[in-house]
Nanobody, 114 residues
Framework: QVQLVESGGGSVQPGGSLRLSCVASGFTFSRFGLSWYRQAPGKQRELVALITSAGITNYLDSVKGRFTISRDNAKNTMYLQMNSLKAEDTAVYYC????????WGQGTQVTVAS
């Protein structure tokens, strides 16, 4: 079965960095695009970044230039490098793939506060 397991969240001060990881299983990782979403308290879940099977990327405007999505097909892992973090980046971050239906990881909390 499809499984997505995120890790790497935590608490950092504004301006800090974190790297999230998403380890995937249950499908041929290299053939599919994946994405990172986030959901802040009281807000709707939003798409943060995506990466296609060919490595093409796209980002939410508010994170462009600060976040970098990448993938390592040999490790079945997707990453989100987050730099220059801001308080408004505080959210639960989720790994997502669409394989006919949506699959989500359990989420990892990112808190940015001084």
């Amino acid at each position: 079965q499809v499984q997505l397991v995120e890790s790497g969240g935590g608490s950092v001060q504004p301006g800090g960095s974190l790297r999230l990881s998403c380890v995937a299983s249950g499908f041929t990782f290299s053939r599919f695009g994946l994405s990172w979403y986030r959901q802040a308290p009281g807000k709707q879940r939003e798409l943060v970044a995506l990466i296609t099977s060919a490595g093409i990327t796209n980002y939410l405007d508010s994170v462009k230039g600060r976040f970098t999505i990448s993938r390592d097909n040999a490790k079945n892992t997707m990453y989100l490098q987050m730099n220059s973090l801001k308080a408004e980046d505080t959210a639960v971050y989720y790994c997502h793939i669409l394989l006919g239906i949506s699959y989500w990881g359990q989420g990892t909390q990112v808190t940015v506060a001084s």
